[in-house]
């Protein structure tokens, strides 16, 4: 499967003050990812619940129960379809979004060493990394001034070693 193509002028690897500027517009699509992601979740769970009546029913109502699916089915997907479309806005932006909370990974680097700035819905600004791919709870704080640190040398974002 293809990536999805970056807008020009976002960065590869972001830098501390980089990803809070974008914030509010991550924070709005983030917002609207998690709506969805729980509207996709009733009507997987709803459609779920219709099999299941529709296999308890005799077959004379089959019609019915087949019609009735059938919608939903439309509209789960055109649902998902939804969905995507706001992972791919993220994506386009360069931010990783990692599941149905809204949990968002920038992309960064910390002496050298790819790391992916982490936040969360519900946090005022970039208070989180881990090393790119790390899971979730191995999110460890940054410290105080950390996005001043962050200098451009050819592209690649590192800490300077005035970051003490």
């Known amino acids: 499967m293809n990536s999805p193509a970056r807008n020009s002028g976002v960065p590869e690897r972001f830098t501390v003050d ?3 500027r974008m914030l509010p517009l991550v ?3 983030a917002k609207d990812l998690v ?27 089959d019609s019915e129960f087949s019609d009735e699916i059938e919608g939903f089915r439309r509209e ?3 649902e998902q379809e939804k ?4 992972r791919h806005e993220l994506n386009r932006l360069g931010v ?20 992916d700035l982490c936040w969360m819905p519900d946090e005022p600004e970039i208070l989180f990394w881990h090393r790119s ?18 200098e451009d040398h050819s592209g690649d974002r590192s800490w300077s070693d005035s970051h003490e």
Request: a neutral charge; hydrophobic letters at 35%; one cysteine or more.
């Open 76 to 78: 789960l997907v055109a």
């Open 96 to 115: 990783h979004s990692r599941g149905p909370i809204g949990h968002c990974d920038f992309p960064g680097s910390i002496d050298g060493q790819e790391i």
């Open 133 to 150: 791919g790390a899971e979730f709870d191995e999110r460890r704080p940054l410290v105080a001034g950390a996005g001043a640190g962050f």
């Open 35 to 61: 709506a969805q992601h729980e509207l996709v979740e009733q009507l997987t769970h709803r459609l779920e619940r219709l099999g299941r009546s529709k296999s308890k029913k005799n077959a004379s109502s």
């Open 18 to 20: 980089q990803a809070n």
């Open 27 to 29: 924070r709005a699509i």
């Open 83 to 86: 969905l995507e479309a706001f």
